[in-house]
């Protein structure tokens, strides 16, 4: 089977602090492109942005106004193609659209598990409504022109979740996803959330993640089970 996942587009509601940085119809010649190479296309979580709401209790009405603002995009994603995940940026999801957290599909002799990845993130694991109000909050600064201090809460996200590029062994995200996949028997594991795609082996299972297709970013995953080709890729 071939399969493509994209993640963390952040679509959302139109305004200033819509991050997806795309023009929709080239982004939906983008999905041309997908549908017609793969028999289907995982979105593997903040697909629309709903924490950037002005009061923490507007996310169902935040994501009315995302699918309205990137009206064709949404109706696209309804087709049976896609199957839609969510993550904690449209957590809301879950409930609204009946988007499930988690997907397991076995192709090919292969066992794949996929998710956002949030759950493997201690502090929104642990904190979630701390999670959410730090987003919050980071919207309210780039309101107020102070979009590089958003940028510094980012970094330092990044560094409480443990990641390790260089060193795979040492990335405690990527250990938590190896956990979950040995848990649930999976041969891969695909994941989203922390916008760094990579594809990395932890001895008989493979890790990968998909990165984001925001701010105007190409990057996504591309998967062969029967050819054994399992790729990162940042074009088309």
């Not at 879950?94 to 502090?123: M, S």
């Not at 979009?147 to 330092?156: D, G, I, M, T």
């Not at 062994?169 to 956990?179: H, T, Y």
């Not at 760094?196 to 996504?220: E, K, P, Q, Y």
Request: proline letters at 2%; one cysteine or more.
């Amino acid at each position: 089977m071939k399969i493509a996942v994209i993640s963390d587009l952040h679509l959302g509601n139109g305004g200033r602090l819509d991050e997806f940085g795309h023009d929709d119809a080239e982004f939906l010649r983008f999905l041309d492109f997908l549908e017609g190479n793969f028999e289907r296309v995982v979105l593997a979580g903040d697909v629309w942005e709903t924490l950037y709401c002005k009061s923490p209790r507007q996310q169902v009405r935040e994501l009315r106004m995302c699918r309205e603002a990137h009206k064709d995009i949404a109706e696209r994603f309804e087709r049976p193609a896609y199957q839609y995940l969510h993550g904690n940026h449209d957590i809301v999801s879950g409930n609204i659209l009946g988007a499930p957290e988690a997907l397991h599909l076995e192709a090919d002799g292969t066992r794949i598990l996929f998710t956002h990845g949030h759950q493997l993130d201690w502090v929104v694991s642990r904190a979630r409504w701390l999670s959410e109000l730090i987003v919050w909050a980071g919207a309210w600064v780039m309101r107020m022109g102070l979009r590089p201090l958003k940028a510094v809460s980012e970094r330092v996200e990044t560094l409480l979740r443990g990641e390790s590029r260089d060193r795979p062994e040492k990335d405690r995200f990527q250990l938590a996803s190896i956990q979950m996949a040995t848990q649930s028997d999976a041969d891969i594991v695909v994941t989203g959330h922390t916008h760094n795609g990579i594809v990395t082996h932890h001895g008989d299972r493979l890790f990968m993640n998909s990165g984001s297709c925001s701010g105007g970013a190409f990057s996504w995953l591309s998967l062969d089970t029967k050819a054994g080709a399992y790729a990162l890729n940042n074009g088309w």
